[in-house]
């Protein structure tokens, strides 16, 4: 008879009902930034269920009362790395033709905003989109993104500060104060101030 502390036999060491509720609970996060890799909603998905049978198992590794997404992060990106390098024997679509074929005219000006965000952010390199996702839009500090990347801090850093230069520049803008609502919505926003 199983008591109430007892985990199911075959259970990982350290995979509990807490870990569960923690793991389950960081599916979001992992869903977001797996997608900023792969930009594939399957592989994104695959991915994320891949690190999560990892944490699982290996949950014994995982120290309590650390930073649970970092770690998971880290997992996930270790992850879609050794599949990028499994999957460099496959055709790539480096003229985009394939891609352009399964793209469809937005229908809405925000859409072609984000669009041509989305270019822009797909135009980074890998290591600055990377960091720029992480400090952007996961909310990591530079230290954990840092960690989760394996790099300096320095180097974190300086990617963010090349992507969001990047980005500003393929966006046509003239600084950071151009991100967000256009200059006709800020300027009724600051009279009613």
């Known amino acids: 008879m199983m008591t109430a502390t007892q985990a199911p036999v075959g259970t990982p060491r350290g995979a509990d009902d807490e870990m569960r509720e923690l793991l389950l609970g960081a599916i979001p996060a992992l869903?977001?930034?797996a997608f900023s890799l792969t930009y594939d909603l399957d592989r994104s998905d695959d991915l994320v269920q891949d690190t999560l049978v990892r944490?699982?198992?290996?949950?014994?590794?995982?120290t309590r009362g650390t930073n649970l997404t970092a770690w998971l992060f880290t997992?996930?990106?270790?992850?879609?790395?050794?599949?990028?390098?499994?999957?460099?024997?496959?055709?790539?679509?480096a003229d985009g033709a394939l891609a352009g074929r399964l793209t469809s005219?937005?229908?809405?000006?925000?859409r072609v905003?984000?669009?041509e965000f989305q270019e822009a952010l797909d135009g980074l390199p890998l290591s600055q989109r990377e960091a720029l996702v992480l400090v952007g839009a996961q909310n990591f500090t530079y230290e954990e993104a840092a960690e989760i990347c394996g790099v300096a801090v320095g180097t974190m850093?300086?990617?963010?500060?090349?992507?969001?230069?990047?980005?500003?520049?393929?966006?046509?803008?003239?600084?950071?104060?151009?991100?967000?609502?256009?200059?006709?919505?800020?300027?009724?926003?600051?009279?009613?101030?």
Do not use: C
């Open 75 to 93: 997992i996930l990106r270790n992850l879609f790395y050794s599949e990028q390098r499994k999957r460099k024997r496959e055709v790539e679509d």
């Open 31 to 33: 869903r977001a930034f």
């Open 113 to 115: 905003e984000m669009r």
């Open 157 to 193: 850093k300086s990617r963010v500060s090349r992507a969001r230069v990047r980005l500003i520049e393929t966006l046509g803008m003239n600084g950071t104060d151009d991100i967000g609502a256009d200059a006709v919505t800020r300027a009724a926003l600051e009279a009613q101030a």
């Open 105 to 110: 005219l937005p229908e809405q000006e925000i």
């Open 55 to 62: 944490a699982w198992t290996k949950a014994d590794s995982f």
